[in-house]
Nanobody, 119 residues
Framework: QVHLVESGGRLVQVGGSLRLSCVAF????????MGWFRQAPGKEREYVGS????????TYGDSVKGRFTISRDNAKNTVYLQMNRLKPEDTAVYYC????????????WGQGTQVTVSS
């Protein structure tokens, strides 16, 4: 299991922007697909997006496509989630996740960071 540490969650206003960061420790980072998920109280965990180990490919959930961007800096073992044009429905705990590129299931998870979008 990869140790993941997230940061950047805070209160923001509707239409604002925020960038979350996640640092991975003790792995060959470029061999791991990194993902972002979110979960609001009473709702199931939702897929936000992911990025392949070498950064060549990204995917996004329909609810955030066009507003959120995932990037990574393998020299810093860090993945980012840039969130723009935030909406109240983006309010959730955001989780960083990791899996080896060859796996189909994320098996390492961060502790979560709270993002609240006020209207």
């Amino acid at each position: 299991q990869v140790h993941l540490v997230e940061s950047g969650g805070r209160l923001v206003q509707v239409g604002g922007s925020l960038r979350l960061s996640c640092v991975a420790f003790g792995v060959t980072f470029s061999s791991y697909t990194m993902g972002w998920f979110r979960q609001a109280p009473g709702k199931e965990r939702e897929y936000v997006g992911s990025i392949f180990g070498n950064g060549a490919s990204t995917t996004y959930g329909d609810s955030v496509k066009g507003r959120f961007t995932i990037s990574r800096d393998n020299a810093k073992n860090t993945v980012y989630l840039q969130m723009n044009r935030l909406k109240p429905e983006d309010t959730a705990v955001y989780y960083c996740a990791a899996r080896p590129d060859s796996y189909s299931v994320f098996d390492s998870w961060g502790q979560g960071t709270q993002v609240t979008v006020s209207s």
